[in-house]
């Protein structure tokens, strides 16, 4: 197919926008007579459904790899930004059956059988071909979550360099900090269990009471049960995560603050709901780049939804032999553009060599060399901007986006700006209709300070007496 990028990225010339590939695919569609509707419809054990449906070509010769790429490349995504364990496919058997081989114990994909499937929603991931009269409908009620400030409460966010903490007394700032940690391969997970409580602890000191605890972590927590998160990398037994790191948050509250309301959830979707409450506008996208890359999503209406927004195993580089995430396997997924990780893969192209330097400190050297000046330094920003106006607008295909916040460390200092900027001018270029409606920003000073905290302390409602 002939993908021809207005903007290339300036150091990494390979890349092939996910949102550009589909466009010339469904072009390629729409002069195929025998191009037929596929539906796809990805379910969860409790009856929540999430649909996307799409044409393909006619199932033959060259055009089945076409087929099985497209197909495949969105069910990933619909697996890490929406969530469940069995795959429908309703429109064409073959590609179910190829797609059953590749999402399996031994396929390409068994990094996401296991995890997402088992890991998140109790079973491994099941392909299941049916007619497209039989695909099940959308099913995925959102619920309100947050915007609670009265009483005294915590909010706390456990990233993987640093833990912060706030005490918030009826929506103000009272008391606030943060500790640098090492939690990722930490083999006993007491090291981050007593952590989480020296934080709550420290928050408590300055209330007259606790009344509710509300904070954010990378990862995947439902019913503040931990289902995958980096921040437990380094627990290589499985009983030991199952019976001590699923239920540590039930388990700190039971313990710590019996009957307080306690509520974790994914720091993606505290980072949307902060720039919601702070800049009042709901359909905002926020995109924590950091030590990895996080996501939160606040729909049309204010609410999160139970999507799990784990946007940094979801593809938009759809070139052959892209760059591979270590922890997944798979190519072109955003972790290794929108994060630290991407800064240090950049690097080398930028003429810097930091050899084994770890990632947060090529990235600390990075920033010094743009406070500097330094116009190799600024290309990194602006290659990942260039990529990441590409990621918007395929983002756009799964999300009704008004508002883009960006922030975390990845995005600090003047590299930020470039980003926005590089960004904002693929969505010029390519996709005009975007460029009106998206708006890209930064959180202010407050926001930076205080809104991640009010934010997750505002997650658990005080019943009423």
Known sequence: MNIQAKITPVLDPGFVPAVLWNRAFKEKVATDPGAHDVKIALARLDGTVFRYDV????????????NLKYIERIVKFMLWGHGGCTIY?????????????????????????????????????EVKAVGLDDIPAQNSPAAPLGRNLDGNRIGFDLGGSDR?????????????????????????????????????KLAAEHLPSVDAIGGSSAGVYINNEVRIASLFRGIKDPEVFENVVVPMFKDIAAAEYPGVPFEVINDGEVTALAGSISMNTNSVLGVAMGTSEAVGYVDPQGNVTTQINELAFAPIDYRENGPVDEWS?????????????????????AGFDYGDMPFPEQLIEVQKEMANGNEQAAKIYQTIGTCFGYAIAHYADFYDIGTLIIMGRATSGPGGQVMIDAAEEVLEAEFPELAKKINITQPDEKMKRHGQAVAAASLPAIPKA
């Open 55 to 66: 044409r393909v070509l006619a199932h033959e010769g060259e055009n089945t790899a076409l």
């Open 89 to 125: 496919i309703a429109g064409n058997d073959n590609i179910a059956a190829e797609l059953g081989e590749i999402y399996s114990e031994t396929g390409a994909r068994k990094f996401d059988w296991d995890i997402v499937g088992k890991g998140m929603f109790g079973q491994n991931i």
């Open 164 to 200: 912060k903490c706030a005490a918030v007394i009826d929506g103000e700032v009272v008391f606030s900090t943060e500790i640098p940690w090492d939690p990722y391969f930490q083999e006993d997970p007491s090291y981050q269990r007593d952590g989480i409580i020296d934080s709550l």
């Open 329 to 349: 396997g798979d190519e072109g997924c955003g972790v290794q553009f929108f994060c630290q990780q991407g800064v240090a893969r950049l690097a080398p192209a």
